[in-house]
C-alpha cells in the first residue's frame, strides 16, 4: 500500500521519530477513510483532487478542528503526495495550490514559578503519605522533569534508563528528528528519578532491556497518559491551559525571568533556530508589563 510505502521512507530514509511517523499515518488514514466513505482499501491517491483535500479540511473545521490542527494535517497530505510525485506514482500533486490555514499568533500560557513550587511541594508531600505511591511518585516525577528542563512530551516519553547519567548529572534527550541533545538535570531530580525507578523495577521486574523510564501497568507511557497526569498536577494552577507544553513554555520563561542567556535556552528546548525561542522573550515583557502595571503608580493612574 502507499501509504506504507511512504510510512517506511519517513522511518527508514528520512529518521523521523516513531511518534512523528504515527502522527502521519493519523492523518493520512483519517483523510482516505473520509474520502472513501469509510472505505481505505478503495484509496485511490492518484485520483485526489485539490477540491477534495480542501472539503476535507472544511469538513475538520466544522468538526472543530483548531487553525493548528488543520495545518498540520494538511501538512502531512502535502507531504504524501510529495513523496508520491516524487516515486512517479502520481502525475500531479494535489497539494500544490493548497493554502494551509493561519496560525493565530498568540503569547503561551504559563505557569507562574510560585505557583509551581507550591504544586511540586504538595506533590512531594502526597508522595509520603500516598495510598498508591506508584501513582503519586510517577505524577511528581514527570512534572518535575517536564518544569525543570523544558522537555517536550514526546520527548519524555521516548526516555529510557540507560538515557539518565547520575554520574554526570545529565539527561540524552532525543527530539524532533532524532536529534539529540543533553541536558543537565537537578540533584532533586536525579534522586526522584532513582527513587521512581526502584518503586517501578520493584512492581515490574520484567521490564525489557533498554528499560523505557515511564511505564504504565509494565507498558511504556502514552501521550495521553501524559497529559491526564500533567493536567491533575496543574489543577491548582491560575493558567488556562494545562498541558505538558504549558510546562515546557514555564520552563524557558522562568529561565529567561530568572536572567538565563536565550542561547542557552534555546539549546535546552532544542530549536533549531534562535527565532523560535525568541518567544519566551515576549512572553517576559508581558511579565515585566504587568507587574509594572501593578506597581507603579504612573502606569495606575488614569
Given at each position: 500500500?502507499?501509504i506504507?510505502?511512504?510510512?517506511?521512507?519517513?522511518q527508514?530514509?528520512?529518521?523521523?521519530?516513531?511518534?512523528?511517523?504515527?502522527?502521519?499515518?493519523?492523518?493520512?488514514k483519517?483523510?482516505?477513510?473520509?474520502?472513501t466513505?469509510?472505505?481505505?482499501?478503495?484509496?485511490?491517491?492518484a485520483?485526489?483532487?485539490?477540491?477534495?483535500v480542501?472539503a476535507?479540511?472544511?469538513?475538520?473545521?466544522?468538526d472543530?478542528?483548531?487553525?493548528?490542527t488543520?495545518?498540520?494535517?494538511a501538512?502531512?497530505?502535502?507531504?504524501?503526495?510529495?513523496?508520491l510525485?516524487?516515486?512517479?506514482?502520481?502525475?500531479?500533486?494535489p497539494t500544490?495550490?493548497?493554502?494551509?490555514?493561519?496560525?493565530?499568533?498568540?503569547?503561551?500560557?504559563?505557569?507562574?514559578?510560585?505557583?509551581m513550587?507550591?504544586?511540586?511541594?504538595?506533590?512531594?508531600?502526597?508522595?509520603?503519605s500516598?495510598?498508591?505511591?506508584?501513582?503519586?511518585?510517577?505524577?511528581l516525577?514527570?512534572?518535575?522533569?517536564?518544569?525543570?528542563?523544558?522537555?517536550?512530551r514526546?520527548?519524555?516519553?521516548?526516555?529510557?534508563?540507560?538515557?539518565?547519567?547520575?554520574s554526570?548529572?545529565?539527561?540524552?534527550?532525543?527530539?524532533?528528528?532524532?536529534?539529540?541533545?543533553?541536558?543537565?538535570?537537578?540533584?532533586?531530580?536525579?534522586?526522584?528519578?532513582?527513587?521512581?525507578?526502584?518503586?517501578?523495577?520493584?512492581?515490574?521486574?520484567?521490564?525489557?532491556?533498554?528499560?523505557?523510564?515511564?511505564?504504565?501497568?509494565?507498558?511504556?507511557?502514552?501521550?495521553?497518559?501524559?497529559?491526564s497526569?500533567?493536567?491533575?498536577?496543574?489543577?491548582?494552577?491560575?493558567?488556562?491551559?494545562?498541558?505538558?507544553?504549558?510546562l515546557?513554555?514555564?520552563?524557558?520563561?522562568t529561565?529567561?525571568n530568572?536572567?538565563?542567556d536565550?542561547?542557552?535556552?534555546?539549546?535546552?528546548?532544542?530549536?533549531?533556530?534562535?527565532?523560535?525561542?525568541?518567544?519566551?522573550?515576549?512572553?517576559?515583557?508581558?511579565?515585566?508589563?504587568?507587574?509594572?502595571?501593578?506597581?507603579?503608580?504612573?502606569?495606575?493612574?488614569?
Open positions: 500500500m502507499l506504507d510505502d511512504f510510512l517506511d521512507y519517513l527508514y530514509e528520512l529518521n523521523r521519530a516513531p511518534l512523528t511517523v504515527e502522527a502521519y499515518e493519523r492523518d493520512i483519517q483523510f482516505a477513510e473520509w474520502l466513505n469509510g472505505k481505505p482499501d478503495e484509496f485511490s491517491p485520483d485526489v483532487t485539490t477540491a477534495d480542501r476535507w479540511l472544511a469538513f475538520l473545521s466544522r472543530g478542528n483548531i487553525a493548528r488543520l495545518r498540520r494535517k501538512q502531512s497530505l502535502r507531504a504524501f503526495f510529495r513523496f510525485l516524487k516515486r512517479r506514482l502520481i502525475i500531479a500533486n500544490t495550490a493548497l493554502t494551509l490555514p493561519k496560525i493565530p499568533h498568540s503569547l503561551p500560557d504559563i505557569v507562574r514559578a510560585d505557583e513550587e507550591k504544586i511540586l511541594d504538595n506533590q512531594e508531600e502526597e508522595v509520603e500516598a495510598e498508591d505511591p506508584e501513582t503519586a511518585l510517577r505524577s516525577v514527570i512534572t518535575e522533569i517536564l518544569y525543570s528542563l523544558g522537555l517536550r514526546a520527548e519524555l516519553i521516548l526516555l529510557d534508563d540507560p538515557d539518565v547519567s547520575f554526570a548529572g545529565e539527561i540524552k534527550v532525543t527530539g524532533k528528528r532524532s536529534k539529540q541533545r543533553i541536558v543537565p538535570a537537578p540533584v532533586k531530580l536525579l534522586e526522584y528519578i532513582r527513587e521512581w525507578q526502584k518503586l517501578r523495577d520493584s512492581l515490574w521486574p520484567d521490564l525489557e532491556s533498554p528499560k523505557p523510564l515511564f511505564v504504565v501497568k509494565g507498558k511504556r507511557i502514552t501521550h495521553s497518559q501524559v497529559y497526569i500533567v493536567k491533575n498536577s496543574l489543577a491548582p494552577a491560575s493558567t488556562r491551559k494545562k498541558s505538558p507544553h504549558a515546557r513554555h514555564s520552563f524557558a520563561t529561565m529567561l530568572e536572567g538565563a536565550l542561547n542557552s535556552v534555546k539549546e535546552f528546548l532544542g530549536h533549531s533556530s534562535l527565532s523560535t525561542t525568541q518567544i519566551y522573550t515576549h512572553i517576559s515583557f508581558s511579565e515585566m508589563r504587568k507587574a509594572y502595571d501593578n506597581a507603579h503608580p504612573r502606569a495606575r493612574k488614569k
